[in-house]
């Protein structure tokens, strides 16, 4: 079964979930999941709409000027259009830390994420035979103190080379430059190892531990050019107590990144996250 | 705002979101909420949409029976519509314990819940003050061993006195009859001291101790003939250690229930509960 | 059963267990709970120790001189003595928002917490109903803007007549000044309606709105003179996502405010908290 | 610094605390932990005390002689004791699915467990080239029907060959005999996917997709000669809804799996689980 999924972004208005319904109906789409959502503030309209190719009318290349002709215009829409024929291609950036490279490997091995991983990057040696043994290359661009611009350029490259859709940063210990970051707005998804807007920034196990907190937590968002201020995806907790050593508090909060990362790759890969604002919008 | 919600349920077929997303914009209402789901077991398929009275070109007395005319008809569906102008009228019955009592009545006082609680009924006096501190009728109708015929056609009485819409069991401890239950169908909402299917029947926390889970939860279902056995509306669980008692397990477990059955409330009145089969489909 | 808790605070040093436990066994008392914890930054070593009084070979009052006499000066301990002979006095501070007031009153009401409660205190009128519904003393002390120093001096003449043993501000909108904090080090309790320290201040729950967090959560914590930064005694949270508006999140919320206030209060009534710097020890 | 740890048991009697602690103290150990409980149904009191080596005045060897003769004896305690000066060997049963085990190798690999892995068995051939990648040796021992008898005999080989401590069933798909099971008194550790003791035996996905449950979740438990109903180590479940299909829950299930295997093998290791009866008392 080919699924085709269109993102619909516009003024709210009466009438827009009855066109694109119909719109669908005329062309004999089966519609698989729809779902919509107004933000209040905005007054934006959100709509996912995801449905059978089998059956529709309409060839695929047809598809999205027909759409644009019948209603996007109309009511002044911005869409995207996917058709999941082909896999993205996701890159891994990583530095020494092993968990989350793992853990999205092992997934992306046991066929959880749809997706490609064309090389997996890092700014240090360390976790190389890890992604050769997976059959992955692996890239190492160390980033040396005053020259990120020369590592970024390389990254730069590579990404380009590889027709990289969307990056992901799994525990990566280096801040992306501005200009590195407006490449790829809302497509860089880093696990931050804090709830949140708590603890912002290095070490944030070590703050939470001086800060004396009951629970910890994880947070995936997209990489803006502040500092863990993008929009959140996906975040969870798990409980400490005080007899928890800051490195018990890593360890346990390893486990909430692994499963927020998951989330939230997944949750990108299925065009489930609409950006909104500095906010998500998550059709699951 | 006034808020109309209707209810649709037919076999799946392709252009049921067109033709009922159509009929709504034709009539200029504006959708609040429109959620749809379709079962895949029984290919059944489910809807809910809420829209504005204020500016629907049709009266309220005209709605139905022009949906069923133009579409309900055709796709062979089943439907109930609600308008948001009158309060529904809910009854609790109530045993010894006040945990639930005092949280649903205090969540009603606090104007969290759109509801009327035309009285409570309770096989004991027990509670009695509680339930006059906050002004409501309290009716004490005992069941004698052997005699829960006669007691049940008092309560059923009461129940059509006060046209009551649905019943909460807000720890009432004893078995409602086959017959008494066949008269409000998915209309009597249980809360159950287990996560079930786990605990089934008496005493869950002393047997949740016994079996040394590590885990203890609730459950709030609509009450069927077979016991404990209906439809789960909501469920949540809490940690136990083995320091625990079985006190501390029953102070533990009435937070969670508590939390559990308001869920269950608020969810039933927004009528976002959609019984299938013995599951629900809950748009939450 | 009449019990006995001792709370024991030091410099960590070999053969405190040995010695506290020999102190109890030598005088024939029971240990029911034990609790040790060694704080790594700073090398003190805190202890709860609970035992039966019957059949304690020393009368009360000589408890406390005996233990000093034989161990507490030789080890430096600072150490308190609880006999669970009194309850211990806890006044409610409240504004005009009920759903923590109800439920620490019907808590109370229903045995869960053993305190005594001499009054409930206000700056607003609107909640008294309720708590004279619960037979318990309402005391309305508004306080005029400029005008907190008269209305703190009427408070703390409140508490000094009834002598009171702690406060807790079950959703009390007002700062309290440096010098009426000074007064009950660790003996005020807040719950503070976000998952600090993220949204420290007013109207977190707007400001979690605006982050556009997943989960949402509360903190009880003893209060210092530095607004929302005293040691943390209890934390939790809930899922919320990107549909539900300020007054859901406010409602979500709340149900999480009132199980984490609950709590704190439980242990502070338990004599299980120790606050060591500006954390806590939570011996549960 | 080397560790050792004593597991005390006996029938609960006033002085034990006193006289283990002083135990420890006149041989200049330096106390880490100590825990105790007392099981109120048998009235057995439990015991787990760690202190460091370096400094205690006896020598390894010494230790639990001397013990049994001061205190043991006249207590009635079963004692083990624990030096960790070696790490205990793990076997890991596996058959096709890899989440598990991926989850217990990386954890591993990057030294969060204190364990040697001298082999991975499995019943079918799927897994072997995760675990040659890991540098393990994979034993092939296919179970053919009316056949156990012959494999569990090839198994046990194996195991006595390595000196295996423990047995880790990482999602092993096949029963073992009542004869293998009592060859391992609470030293296999099994993970059952549902929140026992909800949805015994195979397939507990689709039972609960077929109750309609709202949480789903997953059970590490010592292996006793009844399926699935031996002492629960650790639970934790994960929220699901109406249309998460049945894969959907497997793969939510997995992550709910993997957290809770992880944890009960290191409560394992660090012998902080005690068997009582058909429970378990876990001083984490």
Not at 96 to 122: A, T, W
Request: proline share 4%; net charge negative.
């Amino acid at each position: 079964m080919k699924k085709a999924i269109m993102i619909i972004q516009c003024q709210d208005q009466r009438g827009i979930v009855a066109a694109v319904s119909d719109f669908l109906f005329a062309h004999y789409g089966n519609i698989l999941e729809i779902d919509q959502h107004v933000d209040q503030e905005s007054g934006m309209f959100f709509m996912r709409a995801a449905w059978e190719l089998e059956t529709f009318s309409l060839p695929e290349e047809h598809i999205l000027p027909t759409f644009e002709l019948a209603i996007g215009k109309k009511f002044g829409m911005k869409h995207q259009l996917y058709i999941e024929n082909k896999k993205p291609k996701m890159a891994l950036f990583v530095s020494k830390q092993s968990h989350c490279l793992f853990d999205v490997l092992s997934r992306h091995y046991s066929g959880q994420f749809q997706v490609e991983i064309p090389f997996v990057l890092s700014n240090h040696e360390t976790l190389r035979p890890i992604v050769e043994a997976f059959g992955i290359p692996f890239h190492h661009i160390p980033v040396l103190s005053g020259e990120k611009e020369v590592a970024e350029a390389e990254q730069l490259a590579l990404l380009a080379e590889h027709q990289v859709d969307f990056i992901v940063l799994a525990r990566y210990m280096q801040v992306l430059s501005e200009d590195f970051v407006s490449r790829y707005p809302n497509k860089i998804i880093n696990i931050h190892h804090s709830f949140l807007p708590a603890f912002v920034g290095a070490k944030p196990y070590h703050a939470a531990y001086e800060r004396g907190v009951k629970i910890i937590g994880a947070t995936a968002h997209y990489v803006t050019a502040v500092l863990d201020a993008g929009p959140i995806i996906e975040q969870d907790v798990a409980r400490v107590r005080h007899h928890n050593t800051i490195s018990d508090l890593v360890q346990i909060g390893q486990d909430v990144e692994k499963v927020v990362l998951s989330k939230a790759i997944k949750y990108h890969l299925e065009r489930k996250v609409l950006p909104v604002g500095n906010k998500t919008v998550i059709f699951y």
